[in-house]
């Protein structure tokens, strides 16, 4: 792996040698790297067994993010889509640093600017990834068709084809999915969203700033984030009330908070199994 590190340093203008190369926590999906040369240091990711546009797409919303000047994300410098296979590879800004008193106010204030950043439609141009699974996109007119369409129902037959769909949720789930316009409008502004928002996707820097890392962009309400930020923890009140100063949430956030988290708990079904289902079935059971 240094081999490998040490020619795509080479390509972004890095011919120092690696003074230090060890592993660090990655999270599930890809291994991961400090690197420290003679010039800088650098968070490095790879992985073999991911799709080939991965890490593309993963540059893609970093990049996104940090266009809009409003939070920090780490700078990418290199990304590649390999073949088939073959050893994947992305390099960023090593981010270091401790919480302060203020981190967790920033964090709430700097994400709500970064929603404050709209677009004309709902969705993405191209799908993207959460977890190991693919997310498809695509724009639509409506935040109410995207949700239904392009969110629920492919984790919905993602988890009937997994066998994780008994018959009273199948159809307790069918039944919400079609009758999600009792509580889900379709006209929320269409906001950037970093889209896999829980506590283990943002850090803290220099100096306390907040930094967010391991997007999954698209363009989607809102409150559809901060309803994620709830569901696992790690987001405290200083961060929400922080939030509500500069983008305040809408009055029926509470009655649509749950069933914006069915998504992500559908995704943990999908991927961790029957643990998440009763978590899911509450839910069902309240709309259904």
Do not use: C
């Amino acid at each position: 792996m240094k081999h490998l590190i040490e020619q795509n340093l080479a390509k972004i203008g890095d011919y120092t040698p690696i003074q230090t190369i060890k592993t660090v926590s990655g999270g599930d999906i890809n291994q991961a790297f400090y690197v420290a040369t003679e010039n800088k240091q650098y968070f490095v990711k790879g992985n073999k067994q991911v799709p080939v546009n991965f890490f593309r797409v993963e540059a893609k919303g970093l990049t996104l993010i940090e266009a809009t000047k409003t939070i920090g994300v780490p700078h990418v410098f290199y990304y590649d889509e390999p073949k088939k296979g073959e050893e994947g590879i992305m390099i960023m800004d090593w981010i270091e640093g401790n919480s302060t008193n203020t981190t967790h106010g920033l964090l709430g204030s700097q994400l709500a600017h970064m929603h404050l950043n709209t677009n004309e439609k709902f969705g993405f141009d191209e799908d993207t990834f959460v977890g190991t699974l693919t997310q498809k996109n695509g724009y639509f007119n409506n935040w109410l068709d995207y949700y239904q369409n392009q969110r629920l129902l492919p984790q919905f037959q993602l988890a009937i084809e997994n066998g994780r769909m008994s018959t009273q949720r199948r159809a307790r789930l069918d039944q919400v999915i079609k009758t999600l316009d009792k509580w889900i409008g379709s006209s929320p502004k269409a906001s950037l969203l970093h889209g896999d928002l829980w506590g283990g996707n943002y850090l803290a820097g220099p100096n306390g700033n907040p930094y967010l890392i391991d997007p999954s962009v698209f363009y989607g309400d809102h409150a559809f984030e901060l309803a994620f930020t709830e569901l696992f923890g790690g987001f405290t009140s200083e961060f929400y009330d922080a939030y509500q100063e500069v983008y305040p949430l809408p009055d029926n956030y509470q009655e649509i908070k749950p069933l914006y988290q069915l998504y992500y708990l559908l995704v943990h079904l999908n991927i961790f199994g029957e643990s998440y289902g009763p978590s899911v079935d509450r839910i069902l059971t309240k709309y259904a």
